[in-house]
């Protein structure tokens, strides 16, 4: 890939059978130059098909989460912009593994935040996928969004999302697990940061309806519902407090 001002990075968890052709069409993404998979603790081949197509490869010895995922790849990120003593940090578009070849229609994301008119784009699927899901998470968080920062967002847990560096920094620590899109969200809204949504054709696979599909939209649940209780302005006291007490203990 040519020098460029924009790094791919996508969290990966046993997704050997989609991951090769992501990274394959997320590489010839204008201005991308640096792809890096993060494998969370997979138990496939995910890391192994994510070189040979090209990626970085970034491994977590077990799974620990999304959140933790979109961390590890903007720190390689960022220590590779310092490493060659970068004029301005590479914004930073995260993908979902899934995508495979409709991963080559993220550009649309990086135009906005590249020219200034955003700090962060979200993706709205245009093609839409049927799951055997009901919606629930999707309507816990985008009821959570708009409470906390009054903007409905169409797809709240899109993964595809492009952002600043200085965007990234403000919204960290991001929240854990799966409520990392939810609180990054809301976290840079309340900063006033500009958030907007571009629609493109892009699709993942869809969720099934069987066991393990519903144990992962409960465990989805639960981790957006963690998201918006810690940014509930008396939680958030309370985090703080305890915090500064902890603080005061050490000295």
């Known amino acids: 890939m040519p020098n460029g001002d924009v790094a791919i990075v996508i969290p990966a968890k046993n ?6 052709a992501t990274v394959k069409a997320a ?13 969370d603790g997979s138990r496939d081949d995910t890391a192994a098909a994510a070189e040979s197509a090209g990626a970085m490869v970034v491994r977590h010895p077990r799974n620990w989460g999304k959140g933790a995922a979109m961390e590890t790849g903007a720190e390689a990120v960022r220590l590779l912009d310092r490493t060659e003593s970068r004029g301005a940090p590479r914004h930073l578009l995260f993908l979902d593994a899934d995508l ?7 550009a649309a994301l990086v135009q ?9 784009t979200i993706a709205v699927f245009s093609e839409r996928v049927q799951s055997g899901g009901h ?17 409905a967002p169409a797809q709240p847990l899109n993964g595809q999302r492009c952002l600043t560096r200085a965007a990234f920094e403000a919204a960290r620590p991001l929240a854990p697990g799966w409520g990392a899109e939810t609180g990054l ?23 099934g309806n069987d066991w393990p599909a519903q144990v992962h939209r409960a465990r989805q649940f639960a981790w957006v519902a963690w998201a918006l209780a810690s940014r509930e302005p008396a ?7 305890s915090r500064h007490a902890l603080r005061r203990a050490h000295r």
């Open 27 to 39: 590489a010839d993404l204008p201005g991308a130059d640096v792809l890096i998979v993060v494998d």
């Open 185 to 207: 969200t809301i976290d840079l809204l309340r900063q006033g940061m500009r958030v907007v949504e571009v629609e493109v054709p892009m699709a993942h696979r869809p969720t």
């Open 100 to 106: 495979a070849e409709s991963a080559g229609h993220a």
């Open 15 to 20: 997704e050997s059978g989609c991951i090769r």
């Open 112 to 120: 906005p935040v590249r020219d200034g008119q955003a700090d962060m």
């Open 135 to 151: 919606g629930f998470v999707v309507g816990l968080s985008g009821a959570g969004i708009r409470r906390a920062t009054g903007w």
């Open 235 to 241: 939680v958030q006291s309370a985090v703080q407090a």
